[in-house]
């Protein structure tokens, strides 16, 4: 299907280190979607632990998700997987501006249940772990002029409330 086998996928990231690299930055589409994450990390961990491994100078990974699929189990596997900081993906706060941001059909109800699934999905990294004072779990957020510029202020109450960071991409 066109896509770097684990081997693969650790040779690049073994070569980067090699090279400097202190940062391994996970992102997707939606990586917690995919079955090749999980090989991906525990190899990426085991590797870590190794004081001769050039994985060993890897001094983060990052995973940024939109949050969705982020249960209880989910966290806790990437907290044991030696993920060190998460940063959820948020548009927008209000049920119909999180629909039309995520491309969501049904309006109010769908954006609704999204940003319920999301939010218990923030909870959810902070029970396991991931804590917003240390910076290891974030919100994202791109902000559009005429598409959810009206969310901006939401968004860092949202944010504020939670007690995470609140970082706004381009």
Request: one cysteine or more; a neutral charge; aromatic letters at 2%.
């Amino acid at each position: 299907a066109g896509l770097l086998s684990l081997e693969a996928q650790l040779a690049v990231v073994q070569q980067a280190c090699a090279l400097g690299a202190h940062t391994l930055r996970l992102t997707g589409g939606e990586p917690l979607l995919s079955d090749r994450l999980w090989p991906l990390l525990e190899a990426v961990a085991a590797a870590r632990s190794r004081p001769d491994s050039p994985f060993h100078g890897l001094q983060q990974v990052t995973l940024t998700t939109n949050g969705a699929l982020l249960t209880s189990e989910r966290a806790r596997l990437l907290r044991a997987l030696g993920v060190d900081r998460l940063t959820v993906s948020l548009d927008a706060v209000h049920p119909d501006a999180v629909a039309r941001m995520a491309g969501l059909q049904g309006g109010a109800s769908a954006g609704e249940r999204l940003l319920g699934q999301v939010l218990a999905g923030v909870e959810a990294a902070r029970a396991a772990g991931f804590a917003p004072s240390l910076g290891q779990l974030k919100l994202n957020s791109v902000i559009q002029r005429g598409l959810n510029d009206d969310q901006l202020i939401p968004l860092a109450a949202l944010a504020r409330d939670h007690g995470v960071e609140l970082r706004l991409i381009e």
